[in-house]
């Protein structure tokens, strides 16, 4: 089945622990981006890539950080999370890297809590 | 500056009635238009999509929109909608030749029975 997998599904952390979510997708597709979803603001794009090794800031990068090491995953890491970082992640991906007329495929979405 | 708006935050309506939820955007030219849905605790599925041509494209789960070049809008409607409709609700736009895709902030839609 062709999927976008995300790890944790929930996590509660403390303020400064580092943590990673993990992203991973089975459609062999160029491009994948990572989203926060807050009340009222709808999806921001945290990081996205274009390919492995290519990656670039959305519009809200600060505190986070990415890696495309393999095509399939794009783990999503923060050294030192803060409470302001407490949100619904979403991973997606998409074919090409043109997303702009592209589908993207979602992950379930990680539940994170920081405090 | 570029924006999406979609001015209903909430609405609620009975199973069976029609549905529209709107979704404006600002763009200097047309840009490639979606609609995302969002169960809950589930990710985004695409509804349906708009690059250009007939200006009412149909969707799954019975859903269409249509692009008003005029008005910059693409509207979502369902001619009856289902209790299993429940979700929030996400326009997006990606301008023309870019690597981004904007969303709205999104149209919860409860249903009554």
């Known amino acids: 089945e062709a999927q976008v997998t995300q790890n944790p599904r929930y996590l509660i952390t403390v303020t400064g622990k580092k943590l990673t979510v993990t992203c991973s997708q089975n459609?062999?597709?160029?491009?994948m981006s990572w989203y926060r979803q807050d009340p009222g603001l709808g999806l921001r794009q945290i990081y996205y890539?274009?390919?492995?090794?290519?990656?670039d800031k959305g519009d809200v990068p600060e505190g986070y950080k990415v890696s495309r090491k393999e095509k399939r995953n794009f783990p999503l890491i923060l050294e030192s999370p803060s409470p302001n970082q407490t949100s619904l992640y979403f991973c997606?991906?998409?074919?090409?890297?043109?997303?702009?007329?592209?589908?993207?495929?979602f992950g379930p979405g990680t539940r994170l809590l920081v405090l | 500056a570029q924006s999406v708006t979609q001015p209903d935050i909430h609405i609620t309506v009975s199973e069976g009635a029609s549905l529209e939820l709107r979704c404006n955007y600002s763009?200097?030219?047309?840009?490639?238009l979606f609609w995302y849905v969002q169960s809950p605790g589930q990710g985004l599925q695409l509804l349906l999509k708009?690059?250009?041509?007939?200006?009412l494209v149909q969707g799954i789960k019975g859903f269409e929109a249509e692009f008003k070049r005029s008005q910059s809008s693409f509207n979502l409607r369902k001619p009856s909608v289902h209790w299993s409709d429940a979700a929030e609700y996400f326009c997006?736009?990606?301008?023309?030749?870019?690597?981004?895709?904007?969303f709205g902030t999104g149209t919860r839609l409860q249903v009554f029975p």
């Open positions: 997006a736009v990606g301008p023309y030749n870019t690597d981004k895709l904007i």
């Open positions: 763009y200097g030219a047309t840009p490639y």
């Open positions: 459609m062999n597709h160029e491009y």
């Open positions: 997606a991906s998409s074919k090409y890297t043109r997303t702009a007329s592209e589908t993207q495929y």
């Open positions: 708009y690059f250009s041509g007939d200006t």
């Open positions: 890539s274009m390919n492995v090794e290519v990656t």
